[in-house]
Nanobody, 125 residues
Framework: QVQLVESGGGLVQAGDSLRLSCAASGRTFSRNVMGWFRQAPGKEREFVAAISWSGATTAYADSVKGRFTISRDNAKNTVYLQMNSLKPEDTAVYYC??????????????????WGQGTQVTVSS
């Protein structure tokens, strides 16, 4: 069992930065692939970034590549999403997710079996 709690969202202006955090509880966190997804009003949930258990492998959606960075600190049971050069189209609820089957980094939300409650990010123009 893994419980995830996101924080760090807020209202910012275009071009600003935010860092989201996802605090996890559970013995298997350090072995889990972790991902960030987002969902804007009226749209489906979409992949943002994911990271392997060691941090050696990461993946990003094309829309955020070069602007967002995912990282993790297994000693703190926390995964981060550094978001730079934010755009209005980044406005969404951001969700942290955990894949507990020790599989590969993947953008497919169906293989992530634990999800946080989400944190709102709003970027004004």
């Amino acid at each position: 069992q893994v419980q995830l709690v996101e924080s760090g969202g807020g209202l910012v202006q275009a071009g600003d930065s935010l860092r989201l955090s996802c605090a996890a509880s559970g013995r298997t966190f350090s072995r889990n692939v972790m991902g960030w997804f987002r969902q804007a009003p009226g749209k489906e949930r979409e992949f943002v970034a994911a990271i392997s258990w060691s941090g050696a492998t990461t993946a990003y959606a094309d829309s955020v590549k070069g602007r967002f960075t995912i990282s993790r600190d297994n000693a703190k049971n926390t995964v981060y999403l550094q978001m730079n050069s934010l755009k209005p189209e980044d406005t969404a609820v951001y969700y942290c997710a955990s894949r507990s089957d020790q599989g590969w980094v993947t953008p497919d939300p169906r293989v992530y079996d634990y999800w946080g409650q989400g944190t709102q990010v709003t970027v004004s123009s």
